[in-house]
Structures are given as structure tokens and as C-alpha cells.
Nanobody
Framework: QVQLVESGGGLVQAGDSLRLSCAAS????????MGWFRQAPGKEREFVTA????????YYADSVKGRFTISRDNAKNTMYLQMNTLKPEDTAVYYC?????????????????WGQGTQVTVSS
């Protein structure tokens, strides 16, 4: 069992920055890979970014490359998402997720554990 709790969302203007965090507890050995997904109203949940345990393998959706940065601090059991130059199109509920897998990590179905989500709203 892994529990994930996101925080750091909010309402910002286009061009602003936010830093999300995801605190993990429980059997964190089941979170070799951790990722962020987002879901806008009426849309399917989509992959944003992922990171392996060591931080040596990073994955980014094309829509966020160069703007978002994923990181993790295993000593604190916390993952972060630094979001810069935010756009209205980034508006969504952002979800933290974890999986023991090292393959298929851009796919929703690969992940076993999910947080409750945190709202990010970017106004123009």
C-alpha cells in the first residue's frame, strides 16, 4: 500500500510558476517510478512527466518540455513538479502516481497508486 498526497496547486496568471509536491507514505518500494498526470474537465487523463527512483530516467510530454521539471527526494519520500511559463492550456487537476514498473510509464494503466489531485488553474 502506498499513499500519495499532492499539494501546491492554485490560481495563477499565464506566464507564472507553480511548484507541486507529492508526499508518499506506506510501502514506498512500490514507487520505483513516479509520475504526474493531469485531467481537464471533459478530457481524458494524460501523461505529463515521470521519474525513476534514481532520477536518472526522465520522461516528459512534448507539451511541457522546457517548461516543467520533475524531481524527487527519496530521503523525504517526496516528488516535485516545477511548472514555469504556465499557459491556460495547463489548467487541469494534477495527479501524482506511483508504480513499481520501469516500462510503459507514460501510460495511465501502468500506475498502481494515485493521489487525490490538486487543481491548477491558469488564467489569461
Amino acid at each position: 500500500q502506498v499513499q500519495l498526497v499532492e499539494s501546491g496547486g492554485g490560481l495563477v496568471q499565464a506566464g507564472d510558476s507553480l511548484r507541486l509536491s507529492c508526499a508518499a507514505s506506506g510501502r514506498t518500494s512500490n514507487s520505483y517510478t513516479m509520475g504526474w498526470f493531469r485531467q481537464a474537465p471533459g478530457k481524458e487523463r494524460e501523461f505529463v512527466t515521470a521519474i525513476d527512483w534514481s532520477g536518472g530516467r526522465l520522461y516528459y510530454a512534448d507539451s511541457v518540455k522546457g517548461r516543467f521539471t520533475i524531481s524527487r527526494d527519496n530521503a523525504k519520500n517526496t516528488m516535485y513538479l516545477q511548472m514555469n511559463t504556465l499557459k491556460p492550456e495547463d489548467t487541469a487537476v494534477y495527479y501524482c502516481a506511483a508504480t513499481g514498473s520501469i516500462v510503459g510509464v507514460t501510460t495511465v494503466a501502468r500506475y498502481d497508486y494515485w493521489g487525490q489531485g490538486t487543481q491548477v488553474t491558469v488564467s489569461s
